[in-house]
């Protein structure tokens, strides 16, 4: 196709499509039968099976027992090898507070108007956690990860409520605003420019958890992993 070609099409559709089912299970967050990912990408059952099975050959994709696909473990090794500095001064910072607090933690960084989680931490040694895999992305200014990457940012007149609080508390809380039900709290990575280099953050269900505690205990695993990248 010629440089100058700029119809809006994509350079191959094939490759559109695949990464399109990608983005469309990271933020469905469970694992979907053919016909609704079909669905939900305008596609025709037999082109969405193909795609399917090709990603799937890669590790891409991976089915349940039900044959319905998620995301599979070749994302999270693609994941690894995004930001090495950055994921190698967080995962300490994670897996300590993983353990500290019992929750899942995890680390996610910013990409155009999208949060991307690139690694997560579960804690071993409680009843029952939340999963939160590499690669599941939402909008930047939606959920306690992103709002943790607006902080930095010069106040807006049309700044939302959630993200003016965060500002006061140093950290970020968001419920229900990915995963319906799931609490989720978070705190921004910052660079020598003050920026936000990415946010650290934690899911959890547990309405008898001390919220401030869980901030304070973020926001310093933030600064932690800010310091050693400095």
Same mark, same amino acid.
């Given at each position: 196709m010629?440089?100058? /070609? !700029?119809?809006?099409?994509p350079q191959s559709q094939t490759l /559109?499509? +695949? #990464? $399109? #089912?990608? =983005?469309?299970l990271a933020g469905a967050g469970t694992p979907q039968p053919v016909t609704e990912i079909g669905r939900a990408l305008d596609l025709h059952r !037999? #082109? &969405?099976?193909?795609l399917l099975r090709t990603l799937e050959d890669h590790q891409l994709v991976e089915r349940d027992p039900l044959g319905h696909y998620g995301l599979g473990l070749g994302v999270?090794?693609?994941? $690894? +090898?995004? $930001?090495t500095d950055l994921t190698a001064a967080a995962l300490p910072r994670l897996n300590a507070l993983s353990t =500290?607090? +019992?929750?899942?933690?995890?680390?996610?960084?910013?990409?155009?108007? =999208?949060?991307? &989680?690139? &690694? !997560?931490? =579960?804690?071993? /040694?409680t009843r029952a956690h939340i999963t939160y895999r590499p690669g599941t992305r939402h909008p930047v200014g939606r959920g306690a990860p992103g709002l943790a990457l607006l902080m930095p940012e010069a106040p807006g007149a049309d700044d939302r409520p959630a993200l003016q609080q965060a500002r006061r508390a140093g950290w970020a809380s968001s419920h229900g605003e990915v995963i319906p039900g799931i609490r989720s709290i978070a705190?921004?990575?910052?660079?020598? /420019?003050?920026?936000?280099?990415a946010a650290l953050a934690v899911v959890f269900v547990d309405e008898n958890s001390d919220v401030e505690q869980v901030g304070r205990a973020v926001v310093a695993a933030a600064g932690k992993v800010a310091a050693v990248l400095r």
């Open positions: 010629p440089a100058n /070609d !700029s119809g809006g099409a /559109d499509r +695949g #990464i $399109r #089912i990608l =983005e469309h !037999s #082109i &969405t099976y193909r999270a090794a693609l994941a $690894r +090898g995004v $930001r =500290e607090l +019992g929750m899942t933690a995890f680390l996610v960084v910013r990409a155009g108007d =999208e949060a991307v &989680t690139v &690694t !997560s931490v =579960e804690p071993q /040694d705190a921004p990575v910052l660079g020598p /420019d003050g920026g936000a280099r």
